[in-house]
């Protein structure tokens, strides 16, 4: 558990915006390659691996994705400032005053916006608009700027993780980074059935990497492993709250993009209550998540989705419950040792039954 | 047929949770096609061998419903939809569990006018006393559907669900006909519709057809100031031309505007602005599948009490079966 707390703070210190996920990816190949019998990359930079069960057993994907939510460099201003626009769902609101690392070169930057003594009262109220500010990177003038930076450029948060008070962490890109360090630690473990750990790219901007990666493996059964909203800060009705920070990991029975398999769900709670593992259900059902286009690639699969509660995501910073963290793999690994014997699937070919 | 129509729309199935309405169609095609199984998705596929064209004929067996979200310390339940509903529509109406437990929809008294009504300030009372109450009956997550009853007058009938399992009706019908075709049929009853077409794209991949229809409801232009549509209520069997999920493929679509003609079965034509159909999942899956659609005229869709024309809903058996005879 302590390494996988080590992995996760390490795996959000990296960078990895939508379309250049190679630092996160280069990094979790190089603490899965003693673990899984095979791994490739594909075309669009999924990392999929590969381990062979002890039996007989459905073919099981588990998903998290490598991408984080970031900006992209779209123009250099003659004085130097750049341009930019969101890459996934960024708030305008919480863009302003945030520091950002751009490129490979992780080129220092902030977000300027005009200081207040400076902003007449209609300024002050108002809310801000992305189409307003501009990243500094200190640079005197275009050419300069030019010489550090290029258009095309993606730039991420550069917040570096925190633990902080009742044994929470303050980090960006805990979504979903939390899946990625679950997901190397499940891997580090012999199962019944033969397992494809697919760390996928390109989530946080329509669930792109899923497409191919399902495609490749045709699974039977597939885990999602996210980090969700989470909203139990002041001001919200208990009603509105979509999971709460440390009540554990939540489940999802219904989003935007997917009603969980009723089976798979139900054998996952069965499995939290043998075991004495808190869970939640996610109370909300806006977002979407990888399940989505898993379930319905290729003639379909029985998915469900483990997310941990994160306060803040797609922010700068989000901040996660380390007790969370550790009941979502306990509840992963318990539920992939336990599965193959009750899920029923049928398959195309012949109607072949697994039970 | 009446009774078929009865005892599917009375039957709970909302998207997800097809389970019940799969095994009611199971059980009434038993014996009467050469294969059924269920996929995945909980896709029921009725195979009936044949050696020329492979026809996918799909109705979705979901119907749109309500998720418990939340349930309060005092056993009201707090609740999302399932599929599209319109919270005018929804107010004060019964809904009903799986287990059978019954509840009332109704809102927050103090909004400021009842045009502002959103889900988010509605709630189901199912009677309780307290949350401890409440949740003996019902838990977070479960879907419930509405309770209302199937009635047959004057032709036509009244009923919740009829969309879309009048569709399902009508494949089970067809497939009971047995009638001659050489063409190997796929009658497939879907998952998933309601909630973006979920289902179908994956049992068409399974089954790779040469062609494939929908069999779903449309909406009518025959009431009081209503949205200007051509389709009528007992005016036959719409043929789809387009909705916002798929163009119809156009030997698809001539195809059944023949088959009508040919055999004087009164017809009309679908051009549906809002909404779409499986075919729109199905038409795009594997390489293409060429795919088009019926739809049977449905006056007051997503409501409880949802209007069909026993007429129309007989042609389109008929349609459906001299299309795969040809």
Same mark, same amino acid.
């Given at each position: 558990?302590?390494?996988?707390?080590?992995?996760?703070?390490?795996?959000?210190?990296?960078?990895?915006?939508?379309?250049?996920?190679?630092?996160?990816?280069?990094?979790?190949?190089?603490?899965?390659?003693?673990?899984?019998?095979?791994?490739?990359?594909?075309?669009?930079?999924?990392?999929?691996?590969?381990?062979?069960?002890?039996?007989?057993?459905?073919?099981?994907?588990?998903?998290?994705?490598?991408?984080?939510?970031?900006?992209?460099?779209?123009?250099?201003?003659?004085?130097?400032?750049?341009?930019?626009?969101?890459?996934?769902?960024?708030?305008?609101?919480?863009?302003?005053?945030?520091?950002?690392?751009?490129?490979?070169?992780?080129?220092?930057?902030?977000?300027?916006?005009?200081?207040?003594?400076? =902003?007449?009262?209609?300024?002050?109220?108002?809310?801000?608009?992305?189409?307003?500010?501009?990243?500094?990177?200190?640079?005197?003038?275009?050419? =300069?700027?030019?010489?550090?930076?290029?258009?095309?450029?993606?730039?991420?948060?550069?917040?570096?993780?925190?633990?902080?008070?009742?044994?929470?962490?303050?980090?960006?890109?805990?979504?979903?980074?939390?899946?990625?360090?679950?997901?190397?630690?499940?891997?580090?473990?012999?199962?019944?059935?033969?397992?494809?750990?697919?760390?996928?790219?390109?989530?946080?901007?329509?669930?792109?990497?899923?497409?191919?990666?399902?495609? =490749?493996?045709?699974?039977?059964?597939?885990?999602?492993l996210e980090g969700t909203t989470c909203y139990d800060v002041p001001d919200?009705?208990?009603?509105?709250?979509?999971?709460?920070?440390?009540?554990?990991?939540?489940?999802?029975?219904?989003?935007?993009?997917?009603?969980?398999?009723?089976?798979?769900?139900?054998?996952?709670?069965?499995?939290?209550?043998?075991?004495?593992?808190?869970?939640?259900?996610?109370?909300?059902?806006?977002?979407?998540?990888?399940?989505?286009?898993? =379930?319905?690639?290729?003639?379909?699969?029985?998915?469900?989705?483990?997310?941990?509660?994160?306060?803040?995501?797609?922010?700068?910073?989000?901040?996660?419950?380390?007790?969370?963290?550790?009941?979502?793999?306990?509840?992963?690994?318990?539920?992939?040792?336990?599965?193959?014997?009750?899920?029923?699937?049928?398959?195309?070919?012949?109607?072949?039954?697994?039970? | 047929?009446?009774?078929?129509?009865?005892?599917?729309?009375?039957?709970?199935?909302?998207?997800?949770?097809?389970?019940?309405?799969?095994?009611?169609?199971?059980?009434?095609?038993?014996?009467?096609?050469?294969?059924?199984?269920?996929? @995945?998705?909980?896709?029921?596929?009725?195979?009936?061998?044949?050696?020329?064209?492979?026809?996918?004929?799909?109705?979705?067996?979901?119907?749109?419903?309500?998720?418990?979200?939340?349930?309060?310390?005092?056993?009201?339940?707090?609740?999302?939809?399932?599929?599209?509903?319109?919270?005018?529509?929804?107010?004060?109406?019964? @809904?009903?569990?799986?287990?059978?437990?019954?509840?009332?929809?109704?809102?927050?008294?103090?909004?400021?006018?009842?045009?502002?009504?959103?889900?988010?300030?509605?709630?189901?009372?199912?009677?309780?006393?307290?949350?401890?109450?409440?949740?003996?009956?019902?838990?977070?997550?479960?879907?419930?559907?509405?309770?209302?009853?199937?009635?047959?007058?004057?032709?036509?009938?009244?009923?919740?669900?009829?969309?879309?399992?009048?569709?399902?009706?009508?494949?089970?019908?067809?497939?009971?006909?047995?009638?001659?075709?050489?063409?190997?049929?796929?009658?497939?009853?879907?998952?998933?519709?309601?909630?973006?077409?979920?289902?179908?794209?994956?049992?068409?991949?399974?089954?790779?057809?040469?062609?494939?229809?929908?069999?779903?409801?449309?909406?009518?232009?025959?009431?009081?100031?209503?949205?200007?549509?051509?389709?009528?209520?007992?005016?036959?069997?719409?043929?789809?031309?387009?909705?916002?999920?798929?163009?119809?493929?156009?030997?698809?679509?001539?195809?059944?505007?023949?088959?009508?003609?040919?055999?004087?079965?009164?017809?009309?034509?679908?051009?549906?602005?809002?909404?779409?159909?499986?075919?729109?999942?199905?038409?795009?899956?594997?390489?293409?599948?060429?795919?088009?659609?019926?739809?049977?005229?449905?006056?007051?869709?997503?409501?409880?009490?949802?209007?069909?024309?026993?007429?129309?809903?007989?042609?389109?058996?008929?349609?459906?079966?001299?299309?795969i005879s040809q």
């Amino acid at each position: 558990m302590k390494e996988a707390l080590e992995n996760l703070k390490k795996l959000t210190a990296l960078d990895g915006v939508s379309g250049e996920e190679k630092p996160v990816r280069d990094y979790i190949i190089s603490k899965i390659t003693d673990h899984v019998d095979d791994y490739y990359v594909d075309n669009i930079g999924n990392l999929i691996t590969y381990k062979k069960g002890t039996g007989n057993g459905p073919k099981v994907m588990l998903d998290a994705h490598m991408d984080e939510v970031g900006l992209l460099i779209t123009l250099i201003n003659s004085d130097g400032l750049l341009k930019f626009r969101t890459i996934g769902g960024i708030e305008d609101r919480v863009l302003v005053g945030k520091r950002v690392r751009i490129g490979e070169n992780r080129v220092p930057g902030i977000i300027g916006f005009k200081p207040l003594h400076l =902003q007449s009262s209609k300024e002050r109220k108002g809310t801000v608009d992305k189409k307003q500010l501009t990243i500094d990177i200190g640079a005197k003038d275009k050419e =300069q700027a030019a010489s550090k930076v290029e258009i095309g450029d993606l730039a991420a948060f550069a917040y570096d993780p925190v633990e902080f008070g009742d044994n929470k962490l303050m980090a960006k890109a805990l979504d979903d980074r939390v899946g990625c360090a679950v997901l190397i630690e499940l891997l580090k473990h012999k199962y019944e059935c033969d397992i494809y750990g697919c760390f996928t790219v390109q989530e946080e901007i329509g669930l792109k990497g899923a497409k191919t990666s399902t495609f =490749q493996v045709k699974p039977d059964i597939a885990l999602v492993l996210e980090g969700t909203t989470c909203y139990d800060v002041p001001d919200t009705k208990e009603y509105g709250m979509s999971t709460v920070c440390g009540k554990g990991p939540a489940l999802t029975v219904m989003d935007r993009t997917v009603i969980a398999d009723r089976d798979l769900l139900r054998h996952i709670t069965k499995t939290a209550e043998l075991n004495g593992i808190p869970y939640q259900f996610k109370q909300t059902i806006t977002g979407g998540t990888n399940a989505g286009k898993i =379930q319905t690639g290729g003639t379909g699969a029985k998915v469900a989705v483990i997310a941990l509660p994160c306060r803040y995501i797609h922010s700068p910073v989000s901040v996660m419950d380390i007790n969370d963290f550790e009941n979502m793999i306990k509840l992963s690994k318990k539920v992939l040792e336990t599965l193959p014997a009750s899920i029923t699937l049928y398959r195309e070919q012949g109607g072949k039954e697994y039970v | 047929m009446f009774n078929v129509i009865n005892k599917l729309t009375q039957t709970f199935g909302p998207s997800g949770n097809e389970k019940k309405v799969a095994d009611l169609i199971r059980d009434l095609l038993k014996n009467k096609v050469d294969e059924i199984k269920t996929d @995945v998705l909980g896709n029921l596929i009725c195979i009936k061998k044949g050696s020329g064209k492979k026809i996918m004929l799909a109705a979705h067996m979901d119907e749109i419903g309500i998720i418990v979200s939340y349930i309060d310390k005092n056993g009201f339940l707090r609740f999302s939809n399932v599929g599209g509903l319109d919270p005018f529509v929804i107010l004060g109406k019964r @809904v009903i569990f799986e287990n059978g437990t019954m509840g009332v929809i109704w809102y927050e008294e103090n909004i400021d006018e009842i045009k502002n009504i959103k889900l988010e300030k509605m709630y189901i009372d199912i009677a309780a006393k307290s949350k401890e109450d409440a949740e003996k009956l019902v838990n977070v997550g479960d879907m419930a559907v509405f309770e209302a009853d199937t009635t047959l007058q004057n032709g036509r009938i009244i009923s919740k669900a009829l969309d879309n399992r009048i569709g399902c009706a009508v494949l089970v019908q067809a497939a009971l006909n047995q009638s001659e075709t050489e063409n190997e049929i796929y009658y497939v009853f879907t998952a998933q519709e309601e909630v973006g077409l979920r289902g179908a794209g994956p049992a068409a991949y399974g089954l790779l057809p040469d062609m494939a229809l929908a069999i779903d409801v449309t909406a009518t232009g025959d009431t009081p100031e209503c949205k200007p549509m051509p389709v009528k209520l007992g005016a036959g069997p719409a043929i789809k031309i387009k909705d916002r999920s798929v163009i119809a493929h156009p030997e698809v679509k001539d195809r059944l505007i023949k088959c009508a003609i040919e055999n004087n079965i009164p017809h009309q034509f679908e051009i549906l602005t809002q909404g779409g159909t499986d075919a729109g999942s199905i038409h795009t899956t594997a390489g293409g599948i060429p795919s088009g659609g019926i739809a049977i005229p449905t006056r007051n869709i997503h409501n409880s009490a949802e209007i069909v024309d026993m007429k129309d809903v007989e042609n389109t058996v008929k349609l459906i079966e001299a299309f795969i005879s040809q």
